[in-house]
C-alpha cells in the first residue's frame, strides 16, 4: 500500500527544493543552470500529449482493423449480455431509461433492474412499465440497501448473460452501444469495454464545461490506454463486462472505505492481466451536476474514491508479472499526485521569482507551452464531432477558470484523502431530463 508517509516526504521534499531554488540565485544564475531542468519537465509534458495523441490514433487503426475482422465473420454468435440498472429512489428516471433500454438494437440481452432499499415509487414505476415491453426479459429484484457495489454484485448474481452491462439510472444509451461493445469479446483477452459518457442536456455552463471535460480528459485520453489494453477507469454509466472475468476478481470491491468501485474494479483486473478497451461508439448519455454545490460533492467522491482505487491496487500492479500493468500503476501514481503537485510547485516558483526580481520570461514560455498542448488535445478530440468552433470558445473560459477551479479541488480532496479525513456517499439528485437526441454524427 502507497502510505502516507512516501506522500508527505515528497511533498516536504518538493516543496523545500523549490523554495531553495525561488530565493537562493540571482537571474542571470538561475536562467543558467534551472532552465535546463524546466525543459526537461516541458519536455516529459511534450511526450504524455504525444503519448495520447498516437495512442488515439492507433486506437482508430485498431478499431478499424476490428470492424473489418468482424464483418468478415459470417457465423458470430452474439454473446447473451445482461444489462444491470442499481436504482435507488429513481422515480424521476427510471421510466425513462427503461423505455431506452427497451430499444437497443442488439438480439440477445436482458434487462435487469435492481432496487437497493428504494423508499419512493422507483419499484411501482418498473412494475407498471413491465408490461409495456413484453418482446425484451425485464426483471425487477429487490434489496436492502447497501451501495451500488453490492447491488452490481447481487446483479450478476441474478443474472445469466456472458456478458455483463452496467448503467446507470439516469443514462440512455445509443440504440447501437450493446452491439459496439460486444464486438471487442472476440478477443479472450478483453475483460471489459469502456464506453464513452455525454453530458445529457447542457443547461448552462457548468454542464457545457463538463460536456468539453468528458470529450477530452475523459473519452479521447482513454483511446491512448485502449491502444494498451490499461483503461484504468470503467465508468458507472457505461461499462460492459467479461462474466468470467468478474468471477474471476470476485466482483466489485465490498470495501466501504472506497468510493470508485468503477475504478477499483478496473485497476484490480489490468492487476491480474486482463485487457480493458474502450469503444466511441458505445456511448451514453447522462444527466450532470447542474450546480456548483452538486458538482463539487461528486468531484470530491471521485477524486478521493480514485486515489483510493489506487492505493489498493497499487501493489498488485507493480507486483503483476504484466509490463504494463507495472506501466498503468506508475502512470497512473504520477498522473493523480505527483505531477499535479509538480505543477504547483512549478508555478510557485515562477510566481516568487516574478515577484523578486520581476522576472517572467520563464512562466510566460511555460504557460504558453501547456496552452499550445491543451489547445491541440481539442483539436484531435473535437474531430469526431466537427464541432471545433463551438468548442473553442468553451475551451478558453475553461482554461481561464473551470480547469483552475478543478485542479485546486482536486488537490484539496487528495490532501483531505491524506489525511484520512471521514467521508459518505453522496447521489447527485436527478432531474429527469434524458429525452430523445440524434446519433448520425457518431456514426
Same mark, same amino acid.
Request: net charge neutral.
Given at each position: 500500500?502507497?502510505?502516507?508517509?512516501?506522500?508527505?516526504?515528497?511533498?516536504? #521534499?518538493?516543496?523545500?527544493?523549490?523554495?531553495?531554488?525561488?530565493?537562493?540565485?540571482?537571474?542571470?544564475?538561475?536562467?543558467?543552470?534551472?532552465?535546463?531542468?524546466?525543459?526537461?519537465?516541458?519536455?516529459?509534458?511534450?511526450?504524455?500529449?504525444?503519448? #495520447?495523441?498516437?495512442?488515439?490514433?492507433?486506437?482508430?487503426?485498431?478499431?478499424?482493423?476490428?470492424?473489418?475482422?468482424?464483418? &468478415?465473420?459470417?457465423?458470430? &454468435?452474439?454473446?447473451?449480455?445482461?444489462?444491470? *440498472?442499481?436504482?435507488?429512489?429513481?422515480? !424521476?428516471?427510471?421510466?425513462?431509461?427503461?423505455?431506452?433500454?427497451?430499444?437497443?438494437?442488439?438480439?440477445?440481452?436482458?434487462?435487469?433492474?435492481?432496487?437497493?432499499?428504494?423508499?419512493?415509487?422507483?419499484?411501482?414505476?418498473?412494475?407498471?412499465?413491465?408490461? +409495456?415491453?413484453?418482446?425484451? %426479459?425485464?426483471?425487477?429484484?429487490?434489496?436492502?440497501?447497501?451501495?451500488?457495489?453490492?447491488?452490481?454484485?447481487?446483479? +450478476?448474481?441474478?443474472?445469466?448473460?456472458?456478458?455483463?452491462?452496467?448503467?446507470?439510472?439516469?443514462?440512455?444509451?445509443? @440504440?447501437?452501444?450493446?452491439?459496439?461493445?460486444?464486438?471487442? #469479446?472476440?478477443?479472450?483477452?478483453?475483460?471489459?469495454?469502456?464506453?464513452? *459518457?455525454? *453530458? &445529457?442536456?447542457?443547461?448552462?455552463?457548468?454542464?457545457?464545461?463538463?460536456?468539453?471535460?468528458?470529450?477530452? %480528459?475523459?473519452?479521447?485520453?482513454?483511446?491512448?490506454?485502449?491502444?494498451? $489494453?490499461?483503461?484504468?477507469?470503467?465508468?458507472?454509466?457505461?461499462?460492459?463486462?467479461?462474466?468470467?472475468?468478474?468471477?474471476?476478481?470476485?466482483?466489485?470491491?465490498?470495501?466501504?472505505?472506497?468510493?470508485?468501485?468503477?475504478?477499483?474494479?478496473?485497476?484490480?483486473?489490468?492487476?491480474?492481466? /486482463? !485487457?480493458?478497451?474502450?469503444?466511441?461508439?458505445?456511448?451514453?448519455?447522462?444527466?450532470?451536476?447542474?450546480?456548483? !454545490?452538486?458538482?463539487?460533492?461528486?468531484?470530491?467522491?471521485?477524486?478521493?474514491?480514485?486515489?483510493?482505487?489506487?492505493?489498493?491496487?497499487?501493489?498488485?500492479?507493480?507486483? @503483476?508479472?504484466?509490463?504494463?500493468? =507495472?506501466?498503468?500503476?506508475?502512470?497512473?501514481?504520477?498522473?493523480?499526485?505527483?505531477?499535479?503537485?509538480?505543477?504547483?510547485?512549478?508555478?510557485?516558483?515562477?510566481?516568487?521569482?516574478? #515577484?523578486?526580481?520581476?522576472?517572467?520570461? +520563464?512562466?510566460?514560455? /511555460?504557460?504558453?507551452?501547456?496552452?499550445?498542448?491543451?489547445? /491541440?488535445?481539442?483539436?484531435?478530440?473535437?474531430? =469526431?464531432? $466537427?464541432?471545433?468552433?463551438?468548442?473553442?470558445?468553451?475551451?478558453?473560459?475553461? !482554461?481561464?477558470?473551470?480547469?483552475?477551479?478543478?485542479?485546486?479541488?482536486?488537490?484539496?480532496?487528495?490532501?483531505? &484523502? /491524506? =489525511?484520512?479525513?471521514?467521508?459518505?456517499?453522496?447521489?447527485?439528485?436527478?432531474?429527469?431530463?434524458?429525452?430523445?437526441?440524434?446519433?448520425?454524427?457518431?456514426?
Amino acid at each position: 500500500m502507497l502510505s502516507r508517509e512516501i506522500f508527505l516526504f515528497l511533498t516536504v #521534499f518538493l516543496t523545500i527544493t523549490t523554495c531553495l531554488v525561488s530565493f537562493s540565485f540571482e537571474p542571470a544564475y538561475y536562467r543558467t543552470h534551472v532552465w535546463p531542468y524546466i525543459l526537461i519537465f516541458l519536455g516529459f509534458s511534450f511526450l504524455r500529449y504525444f503519448f #495520447f495523441t498516437l495512442g488515439a490514433l492507433v486506437d482508430n487503426r485498431h478499431r478499424e482493423s476490428l470492424l473489418k475482422r468482424f464483418n &468478415e465473420l459470417d457465423d458470430y &454468435e452474439y454473446p447473451s449480455v445482461s444489462i444491470l *440498472v442499481p436504482a435507488y429512489n429513481e422515480e !424521476k428516471v427510471i421510466v425513462q431509461t427503461i423505455s431506452h433500454l427497451a430499444q437497443l438494437n442488439y438480439s440477445n440481452y436482458e434487462v435487469l433492474i435492481i432496487d437497493d432499499g428504494s423508499t419512493d415509487n422507483t419499484s411501482a414505476l418498473v412494475q407498471n412499465s413491465l408490461a +409495456l415491453y413484453p418482446h425484451i %426479459s425485464i426483471k425487477l429484484v429487490f434489496k436492502p440497501n447497501g451501495g451500488k457495489a453490492e447491488a452490481l454484485n447481487f446483479g +450478476l448474481a441474478n443474472s445469466s448473460g456472458e456478458l455483463i452491462l452496467g448503467v446507470d439510472a439516469d443514462g440512455r444509451l445509443d @440504440s447501437n452501444a450493446v452491439m459496439a461493445g460486444a464486438k471487442h #469479446f472476440m478477443d479472450p483477452k478483453v475483460a471489459s469495454v469502456a464506453g464513452y *459518457v455525454e *453530458v &445529457e442536456g447542457q443547461r448552462n455552463l457548468l454542464e457545457h464545461f463538463q460536456q468539453l471535460e468528458y470529450m477530452i %480528459s475523459l473519452n479521447f485520453l482513454r483511446k491512448a490506454y485502449s491502444t494498451l $489494453g490499461i483503461v484504468p477507469v470503467v465508468p458507472g454509466p457505461v461499462g460492459m463486462f467479461r462474466r468470467e472475468a468478474l468471477n474471476q476478481v470476485k466482483g466489485l470491491t465490498h470495501d466501504r472505505h472506497i468510493f470508485a468501485e468503477d475504478a477499483e474494479l478496473s485497476m484490480r483486473l489490468i492487476a491480474h492481466g /486482463w !485487457k480493458i478497451r474502450s469503444e466511441e461508439r458505445m456511448i451514453a448519455y447522462t444527466e450532470a451536476p447542474g450546480d456548483w !454545490k452538486s458538482f463539487f460533492r461528486q468531484r470530491y467522491r471521485w477524486n478521493r474514491g480514485v486515489f483510493q482505487a489506487l492505493t489498493a491496487n497499487f501493489n498488485p500492479m507493480t507486483a @503483476s508479472p504484466k509490463p504494463l500493468a =507495472r506501466f498503468a500503476a506508475l502512470h497512473l501514481y504520477a498522473e493523480s499526485w505527483l505531477l499535479p503537485l509538480m505543477n504547483i510547485l512549478l508555478i510557485a516558483n515562477f510566481l516568487i521569482r516574478l #515577484f523578486i526580481y520581476r522576472e517572467a520570461n +520563464l512562466f510566460t514560455i /511555460w504557460i504558453a507551452f501547456a496552452v499550445f498542448l491543451d489547445f /491541440w488535445m481539442l483539436v484531435m478530440a473535437s474531430m =469526431r464531432t $466537427g464541432k471545433f468552433l463551438k468548442y473553442l470558445g468553451l475551451f478558453i473560459l475553461s !482554461k481561464l477558470f473551470y480547469e483552475n477551479v478543478l485542479f485546486f479541488w482536486r488537490m484539496f480532496c487528495l490532501f483531505d &484523502e /491524506w =489525511r484520512e479525513k471521514d467521508m459518505n456517499w453522496d447521489k447527485v439528485e436527478r432531474h429527469g431530463i434524458i429525452k430523445e437526441a440524434h446519433f448520425e454524427q457518431f456514426r
